[in-house]
């Protein structure tokens, strides 16, 4: 009783005074550095309790006793000829015997020594007579420990005459307590010192408060010191005429500051130098103050330079900072420094926290426990005073010093460097972390399981080195720890997705390395999405998908109270997996390096979940749930006991201490049903206490679990049954997000509490607090690059294409006549387009998102971060209500279809993502730049170097714009741009890409290999292509010769959504062709071994790359099988790389022989590509069955031999890297080849081409049959129409059109006959036994089609052919039949002109007659017109038939030299080649010259019109002529331009005089100089007749009637009158 009295009132060991101390902790005081101070405790307390005494050995008989050495009755550690040896022969002594190096004793080894012997002479862990006297450290040349935190004092010495100044400047000092108060002092900016000192006197004034503290100095000479000393707070400073304030780290008051005040510059040094006179009036003159502050360069701030001016060498500088001007260097010119001492900055110094009744208990409590084997899990670590705060040695040894406080970013990670591709295991601790993070960065499994190397033997080592086992060694949640507080927040955010993935628990609750502090790191999880099912939505087959921070989910904590010989770690791990699926999820003893003592990471809370899969039989829970796990021994941290109490469903209380004191778990605010687990088997353990226990904490009987005489399996079976009991009951569910709330109310910081992330979220909620419907804020919001932009990028291409043309001929045709005025019009409606654009201004929304990408780079960083989580939450909260109603739209009402089309049409517009601010940001500065000035506004000029900095910062950047399939050129360019200025402009940029099917783990792949963060998720995720900048480390600059990496990610191919589209294919080879061209290196990504798909989109892309000239480099192509777990794949499939390889060198050469470029024989001569080295088989990403299975560690092993295969060829090879500016020009120049390539990339593969095109050959022989068949039958009846009437003049001209009738329906029967040939033709085709034959059945159909629209179109031409000829002949009788008419009409005006010239007695002159006929003649045109009745002849443009024709054929043809690649002529003499090549044309050109000419004989002669077979004679002429030639596609195209130029001006002219001729009008106008002619014939004809009748008469009846009349005329009266007289 009294020895437990005096234990209870020990005033340092009591639990009383253990709570008085933790009561009110300090929460602001940060501890920069911690001495050794618990060294002494180890030499003395602890070693003598727990270390072997070799004095012990002679109290045993000394007949039991024999030496190992020399054989005498003594022990080892007294024998004078093992202590007179050597070194080396002291260890061969303990190697000969197998003695143990710790005790000098068999059985075992040093590494599980349980008594090491400690050293009478240096007090260290080893046997005396191991002990040897080494040099320190310090004294050995090129060997030292340098001291942590080296921080600075300024010691003076006597100096001379001074001749120097230094960065010394006057400044007003303040608190920022009593802001009212300011003091003038001097300061001295030190860069090489890491703190800041203040003088006590000037705290004093100012009123600043200073916390007391000790500090341990280390001098130069090596000797330490313990000064007292305070630590101020909350000071600031401002320059002395300065209005800005800079706050102050805190620093240490000293008493004084040394310092020469000859040292202080003055106006006079600045005018002693000509280069510094014009600062002088800037530079106060001396002032009477005192040197009061030291500020080190943990203000950076306050020591960046502003300004600098330089002399020449020997000449001193003067440095701008903030705070004024300062002047470094020799005061004045010529003087000679008789200094013969100076200052030394170099003083080492260390805080020494304070002694707690905490960390005593702590050290007391490892020192006295009873080890057993079965118990390594509840070792816990010693904690010393100095680590309890923080570990500054720990951080140094791993390197990570200097990156303490968020200094660790992810690109700094993500750094190309001698580690990421080194799988060598680290050699030095310094190699710890970097190894870690390459393996988590990679999501491999075993990323926690690292250990240093042991590089040296045994052998090597000395005696004291050989017993310390662990000093290489770190346990890895200290590792995690250090890590995460050295890393920036969007590093942590990445390691814990990459933990999450790996299944590992993630801290929760991170402990302050400088204080006692904790933080909740609710940011480092905001990122994280869980898919889940639980078991009451196992039968809808729908799932939960959302953030884990806001999910409701239950949370279960598990703790420790005092010693437990129940693994708790192990247990979690056990009751978190299944039997056939164990996972580490919690860091436990028995992993590699968890026995090593923890010395930083005590009091972290970890947390993991259970997500279940809606399967019965493999769940362990069925509804999520969260485990939080709490390192160290819960009663000395009460902080986070209480709140795991707050925000825990249950805690589980895992003690052998069955009297421990749960009052504080059992308060009001506790909402956490307590559970306590504990162990029959421990000798503590007593039924009785445990009931007194469980009644006196309100304990339930049914809380306490009790492992018994059970297996591991029936435990954790039993203490799962509980969990799911407390889930069942659902009381107690709390968002992540919420429990900042409690971790505030507790003094728990918040990681979202930073200013920076505060500002960021509110940014980000100003653009998504608006959005109700996510396509009408698209739409009213962000209308740029919606469908305005869409229809610009569609006119771009059709301005290269021309491809409509081929559809509204008529249109095309009726508005324009040349290329020219095509591609005008296409750029004046995109000129349309672009102002409709100018005319929307900039929304809302985009206002504010640029001014948040505007912001300093950490709040940029958060804004894009906030904004891409607050918009994914959006989309997928609509999202899933809409998969509901098409859900239930397909279940209920299928027959709807409009609806289903409707929702899905919604669906593919629901994304929304900062890539689409983007977007709109990218159409915004082209807008800009389209305006006629074409210079941007100041407004949007800066924001290409925004997204530049962005890419140089990782973040991925759109290249390809997925939703219009196009590049905005003018942005990209401009950033390409500003990233060049951004970097060194020698930089040089190396492209990998990757390519592969929809959903095959593209992007997955990538963000395992590099770490980087493209968008992942089953179905469509990347659409477009993205980019990532890389940085190489300067060690590989060289060996890879490039400064980046440019990753390439592409969308999936053969996405179901655009299969279904007409340009499905054209939209993936035109993608495929820009990335492979773009990149050195194309990694093919193939799901399992089928490598059919990507074998098609290879053949298109080699073929595209033989059709551009542009395309000039030789990519390396490696191929990527997923999927594939069999470790005999690369064997096994052999076979098939070859038959792969075949069929690729046959597309290949079939694509070169229709490229008319036979060279390329291979696959290999186009794409670098090695079937056996560059074929990979990744095994399946995940170990098990999601949600809760891990990345398979197979996954990221083989992933990472990829990468450094890969990596290693690119150091190896001959790649031509290009500068960013060249990077442009060449993105330039392939899209525009892209754009311009019309016909390629709308064939599935090279293969088909081949076939098609040899279908397609065979198709136009049997068009061509088939119209010349049509043409000679219409020639014919032409020919019976034309001489219908004139050889039988008793046919009546109205059967005519009787005849035109069976003529038409004859033509039908013809057409139709002809059309089964070629239907015939087509299938006898489609059933041969030919390689060539593997067409799919829609090219079938689509000539079957063509043959109908053949067979329609030419019904149409016979039918206006033959009622065009019935016209023309029907018009010929109408004509002859007018000119009979107005025959008579003429001698009936003859008659009557002559008889009113008769009466007028008038003679009509010529030319009065021909007035007479001209006025007499207009009515008759209009009499026969009106009889005429008949329309004139149509004109008929042969331009259709040759539409694409830009040539007209007049010039003379010249071959160019462009024409032909190099590789054609590089053996020739190219002089000679072309004159061949000349005269070849101009023979062909001449024959087909006189082919023209004999159809226009003929036209003339059988007085025919042109038709369309004659171009096509004329094609095939060339086609026959070149096919002997080595001619270019090129130069055969341009050659065909140039006769069909010439044939259809002749054709045309041609066809307008037939029409001429044949015309009925202008027939019967021909006939008006024969009518009149005819007119003055008869007239002419019908007087000279009346005038001799009027001379016969006058001569022969005039005087025969008068001597009638006068010899008759009188007897005839006489007897007429002798007549009536007699009546």
Same mark, same amino acid.
């Given at each position: 009783?009294?020895?437990?009295?005096?234990?209870?009132?020990?005033?340092?060991?009591?639990?009383?005074?253990?709570?008085?101390?933790?009561?009110?902790?300090?929460?602001?005081?940060?501890?920069?550095?911690?001495?050794?101070?618990?060294?002494?405790?180890?030499?003395?307390?602890?070693?003598?309790?727990?270390?072997?005494?070799?004095?012990?050995?002679?109290?045993?008989?000394?007949?039991?006793?024999?030496?190992?050495?020399?054989?005498?009755?003594?022990?080892?550690?007294?024998?004078?000829?093992?202590?007179?040896?050597?070194?080396?022969?002291?260890?061969?002594?303990?190697?000969?015997?197998?003695?143990?190096?710790?005790?000098?004793?068999?059985?075992?080894?040093?590494?599980?020594?349980?008594?090491?012997?400690?050293?009478?002479?240096?007090?260290?862990?080893?046997?005396?007579?191991?002990?040897?006297?080494?040099?320190?450290?310090?004294?050995?040349?090129?060997?030292?420990?340098?001291?942590?935190?080296?921080?600075?004092?300024?010691?003076?010495?006597?100096?001379?005459?001074?001749?120097?100044?230094?960065?010394?400047?006057?400044?007003?000092?303040?608190?920022?307590?009593?802001?009212?108060?300011?003091?003038?002092?001097?300061?001295?900016?030190?860069?090489?010192?890491?703190?800041?000192?203040?003088?006590?006197?000037?705290?004093?004034?100012?009123?600043?408060?200073?916390?007391?503290?000790?500090?341990?100095?280390?001098?130069?000479?090596?000797?330490?010191?313990?000064?007292?000393?305070?630590?101020?707070?909350?000071?600031?400073?401002?320059?002395?005429?300065?209005?800005?304030?800079?706050?102050?780290?805190?620093?240490?008051?000293?008493?004084?500051?040394?310092?020469?005040?000859?040292?202080?510059?003055?106006?006079?040094?600045?005018?002693?130098?000509?280069?510094?006179?014009?600062?002088?009036?800037?530079?106060?003159?001396?002032?009477?103050?005192?040197?009061?502050?030291?500020?080190?360069?943990?203000?950076?701030?306050?020591?960046?330079?502003?300004?600098?001016?330089?002399?020449?060498?020997?000449?001193?500088?003067?440095?701008?900072?903030?705070?004024?001007?300062?002047?470094?260097?020799?005061?004045?010119?010529?003087?000679?420094?008789?200094?013969?001492?100076?200052?030394?900055?170099?003083?080492?110094?260390?805080?020494?926290?304070?002694?707690?009744?905490?960390?005593?208990?702590?050290?007391?409590?490892?020192?006295?426990?009873?080890?057993?084997?079965?118990?390594?899990?509840?070792?816990?670590?010693?904690?010393?005073?100095?680590?309890?705060?923080?570990?500054?040695?720990?951080?140094?040894?791993?390197?990570?010093?200097?990156?303490?406080?968020?200094?660790?970013?992810?690109?700094?990670?993500?750094?190309?460097?001698?580690?990421?591709?080194?799988?060598?295991?680290?050699?030095?601790?310094?190699?710890?972390?970097?190894?870690?993070?390459?393996?988590?960065?990679?999501?491999?499994?075993?990323?926690?399981?690292?250990?240093?190397?042991?590089?040296?033997?045994?052998?090597?080592?000395?005696?004291?080195?050989?017993?310390?086992?662990?000093?290489?060694?770190?346990?890895?949640?200290?590792?995690?720890?250090?890590?995460?507080?050295?890393?920036?927040?969007?590093?942590?955010?990445?390691?814990?997705?990459?933990?999450?993935?790996?299944?590992?628990?993630?801290?929760?609750?991170?402990?302050?390395?400088?204080?006692?502090?904790?933080?909740?790191?609710?940011?480092?999880?905001? @990122?994280?999405?869980?898919?889940?099912?639980?078991?009451?939505?196992?039968?809808?087959?729908?799932?939960?998908?959302?953030?884990?921070?806001?999910?409701?989910?239950?949370?279960?904590?598990?703790?420790?109270?005092?010693?437990?010989?129940?693994?708790?770690?192990?247990?979690?791990?056990?009751?978190?997996?299944?039997?056939?699926?164990?996972?580490?999820?919690?860091?436990?003893?028995?992993?590699?390096?968890?026995?090593?003592?923890?010395?930083?990471?005590?009091?972290?809370?970890?947390?993991?979940?259970?997500?279940?899969?809606?399967?019965?039989?493999?769940?362990?829970?069925?509804?999520?749930?969260?485990?939080?796990?709490?390192?160290?021994?819960?009663?000395?941290?009460?902080?986070?006991?209480?709140?795991?109490?707050?925000?825990?469903?249950?805690?589980?209380?895992?003690?052998?201490?069955?009297?421990? @004191?749960?009052?504080?778990?059992?308060?009001?605010?506790?909402?956490?049903?307590?559970?306590?687990?504990?162990?029959?088997?421990?000798?503590?353990?007593?039924?009785?206490?445990?009931?007194?226990?469980?009644?006196?904490?309100?304990?339930?009987?049914?809380?306490?679990?009790?492992?018994?005489?059970?297996?591991?399996?029936?435990?954790?079976?039993?203490?799962?049954?509980?969990?799911?009991?407390?889930?069942?009951?659902?009381?107690?569910?709390?968002?992540?997000?919420?429990?900042?709330?409690?971790?505030?109310?507790?003094?728990?910081?918040?990681?979202?509490?930073?200013?920076?992330?505060?500002?960021?979220?509110?940014?980000?909620?100003?653009?998504?607090?608006?959005?109700?419907?996510?396509?009408?804020?698209?739409?009213?919001?962000?209308?740029?690059?919606?469908?305005?932009?869409?229809?610009?990028?569609?006119?771009?291409?059709?301005?290269?294409?021309?491809?409509?043309?081929?559809?509204?001929?008529?249109?095309?045709?009726?508005?324009?006549?040349?290329?020219?005025?095509?591609?005008?019009?296409?750029?004046?409606?995109?000129?349309?387009?672009?102002?409709?654009?100018?005319?929307?201004?900039?929304?809302?929304?985009?206002?504010?998102?640029?001014?948040?990408?505007?912001?300093?780079?950490?709040?940029?960083?958060?804004?894009?971060?906030?904004?891409?989580?607050?918009?994914?939450?959006?989309?997928?909260?609509?999202?899933?209500?809409?998969?509901?109603?098409?859900?239930?739209?397909?279940?209920?009402?299928?027959?709807?279809?409009?609806?289903?089309?409707?929702?899905?049409?919604?669906?593919?517009?629901?994304?929304?993502?900062?890539?689409?601010?983007?977007?709109?940001?990218?159409?915004?500065?082209?807008?800009?730049?389209?305006?006629?000035?074409?210079?941007?506004?100041?407004?949007?000029?800066?924001?290409?170097?925004?997204?530049?900095?962005?890419?140089?910062?990782?973040?991925?950047?759109?290249?390809?714009?997925?939703?219009?399939?196009?590049?905005?050129?003018?942005?990209?360019?401009?950033?390409?741009?500003?990233?060049?200025?951004?970097?060194?402009?020698?930089?040089?940029?190396?492209?990998?890409?990757?390519?592969?099917?929809?959903?095959?783990?593209?992007?997955?792949?990538?963000?395992?290999?590099?770490?980087?963060?493209?968008?992942?998720?089953?179905?469509?995720?990347?659409?477009?292509?993205?980019?990532?900048?890389?940085?190489?480390?300067?060690?590989?600059?060289?060996?890879?010769?490039?400064?980046?990496?440019?990753?390439?990610?592409?969308?999936?191919?053969?996405?179901?959504?655009?299969?279904?589209?007409?340009?499905?294919?054209?939209?993936?080879?035109?993608?495929?062709?820009?990335?492979?061209?773009?990149?050195?290196?194309?990694?093919?990504?193939?799901?399992?071994?089928?490598?059919?798909?990507?074998?098609?989109?290879?053949?298109?892309?080699?073929?595209?790359?033989?059709?551009?000239?542009?395309?000039?480099?030789?990519?390396?192509?490696?191929?990527?099988?997923?999927?594939?777990?069999?470790?005999?794949?690369?064997?096994?499939?052999?076979?098939?790389?070859?038959?792969?390889?075949?069929?690729?060198?046959?597309?290949?050469?079939?694509?070169?022989?229709?490229?008319?470029?036979?060279?390329?024989?291979?696959?290999?001569?186009?794409?670098?590509?090695?079937?056996?080295?560059?074929?990979?088989?990744?095994?399946?990403?995940?170990?098990?069955?999601?949600?809760?299975?891990?990345?398979?560690?197979?996954?990221?092993?083989?992933?990472?031999?990829?990468?450094?295969?890969?990596?290693?060829?690119?150091?190896?090879?001959?790649?031509?890297?290009?500068?960013?500016?060249?990077?442009?020009?060449?993105?330039?120049?392939?899209?525009?080849?892209?754009?311009?390539?019309?016909?390629?990339?709308?064939?599935?593969?090279?293969?088909?081409?081949?076939?098609?095109?040899?279908?397609?050959?065979?198709?136009?022989?049997?068009?061509?049959?088939?119209?010349?068949?049509?043409?000679?039958?219409?020639?014919?009846?032409?020919?019976?129409?034309?001489?219908?009437?004139?050889?039988?003049?008793?046919?009546?001209?109205?059967?005519?059109?009787?005849?035109?009738?069976?003529?038409?329906?004859?033509?039908?029967?013809?057409?139709?006959?002809?059309?089964?040939?070629?239907?015939?033709?087509?299938?006898?085709?489609?059933?041969?036994?030919?390689?060539?034959?593997?067409?799919?059945?829609?090219?079938?159909?689509?000539?079957?089609?063509?043959?109908?629209?053949?067979?329609?179109?030419?019904?149409?031409?016979?039918?206006?052919?033959?009622?065009?000829?019935?016209?023309?002949?029907?018009?010929?009788?109408?004509?002859?039949?007018?000119?009979?008419?107005?025959?008579?009409?003429?001698?009936?005006?003859?008659?009557?002109?002559?008889?009113?010239?008769?009466?007028?007695?008038?003679?009509?002159?010529?030319?009065?007659?021909?007035?007479?006929?001209?006025?007499?003649?207009?009515?008759?045109?209009?009499?026969?017109?009106?009889?005429?009745?008949?329309?004139?002849?149509?004109?008929?443009?042969?331009?259709?038939?040759?539409?694409?024709?830009?040539?007209?054929?007049?010039?003379?043809?010249?071959?160019?030299? @462009?024409?032909?690649?190099?590789?054609?002529?590089?053996?020739?003499?190219?002089?000679?080649?072309?004159?061949?090549?000349?005269?070849?044309?101009?023979?062909?050109?001449?024959?087909?010259?006189?082919?023209?000419?004999?159809?226009?004989?003929?036209?003339?002669?059988?007085?025919?019109?042109?038709?369309?077979?004659?171009?096509?004679?004329?094609?095939?002429?060339?086609?026959?002529?070149?096919?002997?030639?080595?001619?270019?596609?090129?130069?055969?195209?341009?050659?065909?331009?140039?006769?069909?130029?010439?044939?259809?001006?002749?054709?045309?002219?041609?066809?307008?005089?037939?029409?001429?001729?044949?015309?009925?009008?202008?027939?019967?106008?021909?006939?008006?100089?024969?009518?009149?002619?005819?007119?003055?014939?008869?007239?002419?004809?019908?007087?000279?007749?009346?005038?001799?009748?009027?001379?016969?008469?006058?001569?022969?009846?005039?005087?025969?009637?008068?001597?009638?009349?006068?010899?008759?005329?009188?007897?005839?009266?006489?007897?007429?009158?002798?007549?009536?007289?007699?009546?």
């Amino acid at each position: 009783m009294a020895q437990e009295a005096e234990i209870a009132c020990n005033p340092m060991t009591s639990l009383n005074a253990l709570k008085l101390v933790e009561e009110k902790p300090s929460r602001d005081i940060k501890h920069p550095q911690a001495n050794a101070f618990i060294t002494d405790i180890k030499a003395t307390e602890s070693a003598q309790k727990n270390s072997f005494n070799e004095n012990n050995v002679s109290n045993t008989s000394p007949n039991s006793i024999k030496c190992t050495c020399c054989g005498e009755g003594h022990s080892i550690h007294k024998c004078q000829t093992f202590a007179s040896k050597p070194a080396k022969d002291k260890r061969q002594v303990i190697f000969d015997n197998k003695l143990c190096f710790g005790c000098l004793r068999k059985g075992h080894n040093s590494k599980d020594c349980k008594q090491k012997a400690t050293c009478g002479m240096c007090k260290k862990r080893h046997p005396t007579a191991l002990h040897e006297d080494r040099p320190p450290a310090d004294s050995v040349p090129g060997v030292g420990r340098v001291e942590e935190e080296a921080s600075s004092l300024s010691c003076c010495v006597d100096r001379g005459d001074g001749g120097s100044t230094s960065m010394i400047v006057p400044v007003w000092i303040s608190s920022t307590m009593t802001p009212e108060t300011e003091s003038l002092a001097y300061a001295l900016l030190d860069t090489q010192s890491s703190n800041t000192f203040v003088d006590q006197e000037v705290c004093q004034m100012i009123g600043a408060s200073a916390e007391p503290v000790k500090l341990k100095l280390t001098t130069m000479m090596g000797k330490d010191s313990i000064i007292q000393s305070a630590r101020v707070s909350s000071l600031r400073v401002r320059g002395l005429s300065s209005k800005d304030w800079i706050n102050l780290p805190p620093a240490y008051a000293r008493d004084v500051i040394p310092l020469e005040r000859s040292h202080i510059p003055t106006p006079k040094t600045a005018k002693r130098w000509n280069h510094l006179k014009g600062i002088a009036p800037e530079i106060p003159e001396l002032m009477d103050c005192k040197v009061g502050l030291l500020i080190g360069y943990d203000c950076s701030r306050a020591l960046a330079p502003c300004s600098v001016i330089t002399g020449r060498d020997d000449e001193p500088y003067a440095i701008r900072t903030d705070l004024g001007w300062s002047i470094v260097g020799k005061s004045s010119q010529g003087a000679k420094s008789t200094e013969i001492t100076g200052l030394c900055h170099r003083i080492a110094v260390k805080e020494l926290p304070p002694l707690t009744p905490a960390t005593v208990i702590k050290a007391l409590e490892f020192d006295f426990r009873d080890h057993k084997p079965h118990e390594r899990e509840i070792v816990t670590p010693t904690l010393t005073p100095e680590l309890m705060v923080g570990d500054p040695e720990l951080l140094s040894s791993l390197g990570l010093g200097d990156l303490h406080g968020g200094k660790l970013t992810l690109s700094s990670v993500l750094e190309i460097n001698s580690n990421t591709v080194s799988d060598k295991p680290a050699q030095s601790l310094e190699q710890l972390p970097w190894t870690f993070l390459r393996k988590l960065m990679m999501s491999n499994l075993n990323a926690r399981n690292i250990k240093c190397a042991q590089d040296q033997t045994m052998y090597n080592c000395s005696f004291t080195d050989a017993n310390d086992d662990d000093s290489d060694a770190i346990n890895p949640l200290d590792l995690i720890t250090a890590l995460f507080h050295c890393s920036d927040p969007f590093l942590q955010q990445e390691m814990v997705s990459k933990m999450s993935l790996c299944q590992f628990a993630v801290p929760l609750l991170l402990p302050n390395c400088d204080t006692q502090q904790s933080t909740l790191m609710l940011w480092a999880m905001r @990122d994280l999405v869980k898919k889940f099912r639980p078991h009451f939505l196992a039968g809808d087959r729908t799932f939960v998908e959302g953030r884990i921070v806001e999910m409701d989910i239950p949370m279960v904590s598990f703790v420790r109270l005092g010693e437990s010989s129940l693994p708790k770690s192990q247990t979690l791990n056990k009751l978190l997996s299944n039997p056939h699926q164990h996972n580490d999820t919690f860091v436990h003893q028995d992993m590699k390096c968890g026995d090593v003592p923890r010395r930083i990471s005590d009091g972290l809370v970890e947390v993991s979940w259970y997500l279940p899969s809606g399967n019965t039989n493999i769940d362990l829970f069925t509804q999520p749930v969260a485990m939080a796990n709490l390192r160290g021994d819960g009663r000395l941290f009460e902080t986070q006991m209480s709140f795991l109490c707050r925000i825990s469903a249950a805690v589980y209380i895992f003690s052998d201490n069955l009297e421990v @004191d749960l009052s504080t778990l059992n308060n009001r605010e506790s909402r956490a049903e307590l559970f306590l687990v504990t162990n029959s088997q421990s000798k503590t353990f007593n039924i009785e206490t445990l009931r007194d226990t469980c009644m006196k904490n309100e304990v339930k009987e049914t809380n306490v679990i009790i492992k018994k005489k059970q297996n591991d399996a029936e435990f954790v079976k039993a203490l799962r049954f509980h969990v799911n009991g407390v889930i069942g009951k659902i009381l107690i569910k709390m968002k992540m997000e919420d429990m900042a709330a409690v971790a505030r109310s507790v003094d728990i910081l918040v990681d979202e509490d930073c200013t920076e992330c505060t500002n960021g979220r509110a940014n980000a909620e100003g653009i998504t607090g608006s959005i109700q419907d996510v396509v009408e804020f698209k739409k009213d919001q962000l209308p740029l690059h919606g469908e305005i932009w869409k229809q610009i990028s569609q006119i771009e291409k059709e301005r290269c294409r021309l491809r409509n043309v081929d559809k509204d001929i008529e249109g095309y045709k009726s508005s324009f006549k040349t290329k020219e005025d095509i591609e005008g019009s296409l750029k004046k409606t995109q000129e349309t387009l672009r102002k409709e654009q100018e005319q929307k201004t900039v929304s809302e929304a985009m206002g504010k998102f640029t001014a948040g990408i505007s912001e300093s780079g950490t709040q940029r960083h958060y804004f894009l971060k906030w904004l891409k989580i607050l918009l994914d939450n959006l989309s997928r909260h609509n999202l899933s209500t809409l998969r509901e109603q098409y859900k239930d739209c397909c279940r209920n009402t299928p027959q709807n279809k409009e609806l289903i089309a409707d929702l899905d049409e919604q669906i593919s517009n629901l994304s929304l993502g900062p890539e689409h601010f983007f977007r709109e940001l990218g159409q915004i500065y082209e807008c800009a730049c389209s305006l006629p000035e074409n210079n941007p506004p100041r407004q949007v000029q800066h924001l290409p170097r925004l997204c530049a900095q962005m890419l140089l910062d990782g973040f991925p950047v759109e290249l390809v714009d997925g939703d219009a399939s196009n590049i905005p050129m003018k942005w990209i360019k401009e950033v390409l741009t500003q990233l060049h200025q951004l970097v060194d402009t020698n930089s040089k940029i190396l492209v990998l890409t990757v390519l592969g099917v929809q959903s095959t783990g593209k992007s997955t792949l990538l963000n395992t290999m590099f770490g980087v963060q493209f968008a992942v998720s089953s179905g469509r995720c990347t659409r477009g292509a993205f980019m990532v900048l890389i940085k190489v480390s300067e060690e590989l600059k060289y060996g890879l010769k490039g400064d980046f990496i440019m990753v390439i990610d592409t969308e999936g191919f053969k996405s179901p959504k655009l299969a279904a589209l007409d340009t499905s294919y054209e939209h993936d080879n035109e993608l495929a062709t820009l990335v492979i061209g773009l990149s050195d290196i194309t990694i093919i990504n193939i799901a399992m071994e089928n490598s059919t798909e990507m074998k098609d989109i290879l053949q298109i892309v080699v073929h595209a790359f033989l059709r551009m000239k542009e395309v000039g480099k030789k990519p390396r192509c490696l191929f990527v099988h997923q999927n594939v777990s069999d470790m005999s794949a690369h064997d096994s499939n052999m076979r098939d790389r070859k038959k792969l390889m075949e069929e690729l060198d046959e597309m290949t050469r079939a694509a070169a022989k229709m490229e008319k470029n036979e060279k390329y024989a291979k696959f290999t001569d186009v794409m670098d590509h090695d079937p056996d080295k560059d074929s990979y088989y990744i095994p399946g990403l995940w170990h098990g069955t999601p949600p809760m299975a891990p990345v398979n560690a197979g996954y990221t092993e083989a992933v990472f031999e990829l990468k450094k295969n890969l990596i290693g060829s690119l150091q190896t090879s001959d790649i031509r890297n290009n500068y960013a500016t060249e990077f442009l020009e060449w993105t330039q120049g392939l899209w525009n080849a892209v754009k311009f390539e019309n016909f390629i990339f709308n064939i599935r593969n090279s293969l088909v081409l081949d076939a098609y095109t040899d279908l397609c050959t065979q198709y136009n022989t049997w068009e061509l049959i088939f119209k010349f068949e049509i043409i000679y039958w219409l020639i014919t009846k032409e020919t019976m129409i034309s001489n219908f009437g004139v050889t039988d003049r008793n046919v009546q001209m109205n059967l005519l059109r009787d005849e035109l009738k069976e003529w038409i329906h004859e033509a039908s029967e013809k057409l139709h006959a002809e059309e089964k040939t070629i239907l015939s033709n087509l299938d006898d085709y489609f059933q041969k036994e030919d390689s060539k034959v593997c067409l799919e059945d829609k090219y079938r159909q689509h000539l079957r089609t063509s043959a109908n629209s053949l067979k329609q179109q030419m019904e149409k031409s016979v039918n206006q052919s033959l009622e065009k000829a019935v016209e023309i002949r029907e018009g010929i009788e109408k004509v002859k039949k007018i000119k009979q008419k107005q025959m008579y009409t003429i001698e009936k005006k003859v008659c009557e002109l002559l008889q009113e010239c008769r009466e007028k007695k008038e003679e009509l002159s010529e030319d009065e007659l021909t007035r007479v006929f001209e006025k007499m003649w207009e009515g008759m045109w209009e009499g026969m017109m009106s009889e005429l009745s008949s329309p004139r002849l149509q004109e008929t443009d042969v331009y259709p038939d040759v539409h694409h024709l830009i040539s007209s054929g007049q010039e003379k043809f010249i071959v160019q030299s @462009d024409w032909f690649g190099r590789s054609a002529t590089k053996d020739l003499n190219k002089h000679h080649f072309f004159e061949q090549i000349q005269e070849i044309c101009d023979g062909i050109i001449k024959h087909c010259d006189n082919l023209i000419s004999d159809n226009l004989s003929d036209i003339k002669r059988n007085n025919t019109d042109y038709h369309e077979t004659y171009i096509r004679d004329l094609l095939k002429v060339v086609d026959d002529q070149v096919k002997d030639h080595q001619i270019s596609s090129e130069c055969e195209a341009s050659l065909k331009v140039h006769v069909c130029g010439r044939a259809v001006r002749l054709f045309q002219e041609a066809h307008k005089e037939i029409n001429v001729r044949n015309d009925p009008q202008n027939l019967l106008m021909e006939s008006k100089p024969i009518y009149l002619e005819k007119f003055l014939e008869s007239l002419s004809e019908k007087d000279q007749y009346q005038k001799r009748a009027e001379q016969f008469t006058e001569t022969c009846v005039k005087p025969a009637v008068k001597d009638y009349v006068s010899k008759h005329l009188g007897q005839a009266i006489a007897d007429h009158m002798r007549k009536g007289e007699k009546k």
